[in-house]
């Protein structure tokens, strides 16, 4: 029984890890340089008023798909990006690179 609940969870903990590894951070920086910066700061900090500083965490505790979806739909005076990128992965690899900013 040991051996088996050993290997489900070794299972799930490698599930967990390639989905955490997914996202292209080094894409995301790219990203975010091209399409945030400009509002957000270069290292997040937020230049433009009412944006949240990512130095500080600030919106970035919430889950990925809800971080996804305010990139995709706008938020406040953030217009919507959907249909801006490529594939829905460059979304993720976006939110991989904003994390780094903690």
Not at 61 to 76: E, K, W
């Amino acid at each position: 029984m040991k051996k088996v609940v050993f290997i489900l969870l070794l299972a799930l903990l490698s599930s967990v890890a390639t989905v955490a590894s997914a996202a292209d951070v080094f894409k995301g920086q790219k990203l975010y340089k091209l399409h945030c910066a400009g509002c957000h700061g270069i290292t997040g900090e937020g230049v433009m008023p009412g944006m949240p500083d990512f130095s500080q965490g600030v919106g970035l505790f919430a889950n990925d798909n809800a971080i996804a979806a305010s990139i995709r739909n706008g938020v406040g005076t953030m217009p919507g990006f959907a249909g801006l990128f490529a594939k829905e992965d460059d979304v993720y690899d976006l939110i991989a690179y904003i994390r780094s900013f903690l």
